[in-house]
């Protein structure tokens, strides 16, 4: 495909948790649109490996790199190995989560915290180390994955909605903050995804996930990450601050 053709050629995406899932969709429709790609994984280097391996055949530049993002020298780390071998980041998918589902009576501090970490401190950490390549670039996109939750609330799910609503205040605040820098910032807020994250639900859960999804289906994340490659679209450089719920109208108001 020719470069012209191509609206995000020369632009370099990191996706976080990008070996499985919503992340790994959107890494692979990143690589479509033209940008060189950042696959991080914690765990399973095989399935990261894959997803580069993918990329690379169709023809654009990808470094898969392990990092628990949680942790900041860890994300410094990361940061770091990606400009040395591809070059500063331009685009950021903060992706990475994880649950720890229990009621509030029966949720310890611990799983409070290791939800908090996983998925709100480390979007936090990334978004630093990111903006400092897209501020001399006076140009970068990110989109961080909230979730209805955040909106909504989730009964088992303090931990996990506390954390996707920190999503969404933290989208807002680096939106208003890097606006005169052509930085926009903005989140996007997925329905039922089948992933490895929601495959612990039971079939009752499932049943309800369905129940409360007007279009009565669940959403793929192909789906979820078309979204995203839009929002890195030097189209929806109008857009920053908002919040779109790809989720088949389980959050719509009425």
């Known amino acids: 495909m020719a470069e012209q053709h191509l609206p995000l050629a020369g632009k370099i995406a990191l996706v976080t948790g990008s070996s499985q899932g919503i992340g790994r969709a959107t890494a692979l429709r990143l690589a479509q649109s033209g940008a060189d790609i950042i696959v991080n994984f914690r765990n399973n280097a095989g399935a990261a490996a894959e997803v580069k391996e993918q990329i690379e055949a169709s023809g654009r530049r990808c470094v898969a790199i392990q990092a628990d993002v949680s942790q900041e020298e860890e994300v410094n780390r990361l940061f770091a190995e990606a400009a040395s071998a591809i070059g500063g980041v331009t685009i950021l998918v903060n992706n990475a989560g994880t649950t720890r589902d229990k009621l509030i009576l029966q949720m310890t501090p611990a799983d409070f915290d290791?939800?908090?970490?996983?998925?709100?401190?480390?979007?936090?950490?990334?978004?630093?180390?990111?903006?400092?390549?897209?501020?001399?670039?006076?140009?970068?996109?990110?989109?961080?994955?909230?979730?209805?939750?955040?909106?909504?609330?989730?009964?088992?799910?303090?931990?996990?909605?506390?954390?996707?609503?920190?999503?969404?205040?933290?989208?807002?605040?680096?939106?208003?903050?890097?606006?005169?820098?052509?930085?926009?910032?903005?989140?996007?807020?997925?329905?039922?995804?089948?992933?490895?994250?929601?495959?612990?639900?039971?079939?009752?859960?499932?049943?309800?996930?369905?129940?409360v999804t007007p279009l009565g289906r669940h959403g793929t994340p192909e789906e979820i990450a078309s979204a995203i490659n839009f929002l890195c679209l030097p189209e929806a450089g109008y857009i920053t601050g908002q919040i779109l719920a790809v989720d088949g109208g389980m959050s719509m108001h009425i």
């Open 114 to 211: 290791h939800v908090i970490s996983t998925n709100l401190r480390s979007a936090f950490l990334c978004t630093k180390a990111a903006l400092r390549s897209m501020m001399r670039a006076r140009w970068g996109r990110i989109v961080n994955i909230s979730s209805p939750a955040g909106l909504l609330g989730s009964a088992g799910q303090a931990n996990y909605s506390a954390s996707k609503a920190g999503i969404i205040a933290l989208t807002i605040s680096t939106a208003r903050e890097m606006a005169s820098r052509t930085i926009t910032a903005n989140a996007i807020a997925p329905g039922f995804i089948p992933t490895e994250l929601t495959s612990i639900l039971t079939d009752q859960q499932r049943k309800f996930m369905l129940d």
